[in-house]
Nanobody, 115 residues
Framework: VQLQAFGGGLVQTGGSLRLSCAAS????????VSWYRQASGKERELVAA???????NYVDSAKGRFTISRDNAKNTVYLQMNSLKPEDTAVYYC??????????WGQGTQVTVSS
């Protein structure tokens, strides 16, 4: 399984970005792909995920601004980020469990929000 995250960049406060996570390799469930982020000097945190019931879940700071979605035909999971704030600055990763006690991780994409 390979995950490739891209779409990051530099944006001003209030701007938008759409991150993409392209999955390849063994067939797996895109519902299990989640987005994480890690800001400098901080621990990695879960930002957005799909729930078992078909819904979505977000870290409190992202609710109402971020949207996770997927395109099964393209084997891609997206993270639409609107109304970006400087505190959203981080490296964003997509990840999925391997089923063997560890996660697969994409290489990360840098998001920088200027004030």
């Amino acid at each position: 399984v390979q995950l490739q995250a891209f779409g990051g960049g530099l944006v001003q406060t209030g701007g938008s970005l759409r991150l993409s996570c392209a999955a390849s390799g063994s067939v797996f469930n895109l519902n299990a792909v989640s987005w994480y982020r890690q800001a400098s000097g901080k621990e990695r945190e879960l930002v957005a995920a799909f729930t078992d019931g078909g819904g979505t879940n977000y870290v409190d700071s992202a609710k109402g601004r971020f949207t996770i979605s997927r395109d099964n035909a393209k084997n891609t999971v997206y993270l639409q980020m609107n109304s970006l704030k400087p505190e959203d600055t981080a490296v964003y990763y997509c990840s999925t469990p391997s089923g063997h006690g560890y996660h697969y991780w994409g290489q990360g994409t840098q998001v920088t929000v200027s004030s």
